[in-house]
């Protein structure tokens, strides 16, 4: 591969990243506080490549024998499906089941929201760790989407590599809906339904569940 179809290839690597950066449908693929790195990233990808390009026509292109790149070319896959194909985020099928084999070490979590609004990760942490059981007695907000009897959310730490699936299980007044529904629900997490035998997963006792549309990010962090 010629120098000149690397470096055009480098600026299509920049631009795609720049696109899906603007897009917004980096958030299929990592978490929002990465937006200014990919933006910094692209804007040098881009530069390098105009400013081998400008350099390679004043100077015009080296001698020597060119060695097809097959390895190079296939770069051009990524790029072609970055910038022209939306991949939709990841759904509960592609994440891993978060599951504790011991109970996690108890600590005092702050109190919670005035509202009652909690994400369903963090449901899931106070329900097996929480030493002052806030959660008990309180009626909380969570949203999520439905697979099965329970309400789930995909989870991840830095990008949908590492994604996985937090849940908690329903039941009271949750009505007929199909699976990777999304939900907003309402309810009291059941004492002491997190534990070894259910994998930590707690369980939730349900007074409504009303269907929302399904938000532009769908991760949680």
């Keep these: 591969m010629s120098r000149e179809t690397q470096n055009i290839l480098l600026l299509l690597i920049g631009l795609s990243t720049g696109l899906i950066a603007v897009k917004g449908t980096y958030l299929n693929f990592v978490k ?7 933006l910094i990233a692209a804007v040098l990808l881009v530069a390098l490549a105009v400013v081998c390009l400008v350099r390679d026509l004043r100077h015009g292109p080296p001698g020597g024998h060119h060695h097809r790149g097959l390895l190079a070319w296939l770069l051009l896959i990524p790029v072609s ?18 599951t504790a084999a011991v109970a996690p070490p108890k600590r005092a ?8 609004t909690v ?42 590599a590492d994604a996985q699936l937090a849940r908690i299980h329903l039941t009271g007044s949750i009505g ?43 991760y949680a962090y």
């Design 32 to 38: 929002p506080a990465l937006f200014p790195w990919l």
């Design 119 to 160: 994400s369903l990760p963090e449901v899931v942490l106070r329900a097996a760790a929480d030493s002052t059981k806030s959660l008990e007695g309180r009626t909380i907000t969570v949203t999520g989407f439905t697979m099965g009897d329970d309400l789930a959310r995909v989870v991840i730490v830095c990008c949908a």
């Design 109 to 116: 979590f702050p109190p919670l929201p005035a509202d009652g």
């Design 81 to 98: 499906l970055t910038a022209f194909v939306t991949v939709p985020p990841m759904s509960a099928v592609g994440a891993e089941t978060v």
């Design 176 to 218: 007929q809906h199909p699976n990777d529904t999304w939900l907003k629900v309402q309810g009291k997490v059941m004492p002491g339904s997190s534990s070894p035998s259910t994998n930590f997963v707690p369980t939730m006792e349900v007074t409504s569940a009303d269907p929302i549309p399904k938000p532009r990010n769908t």
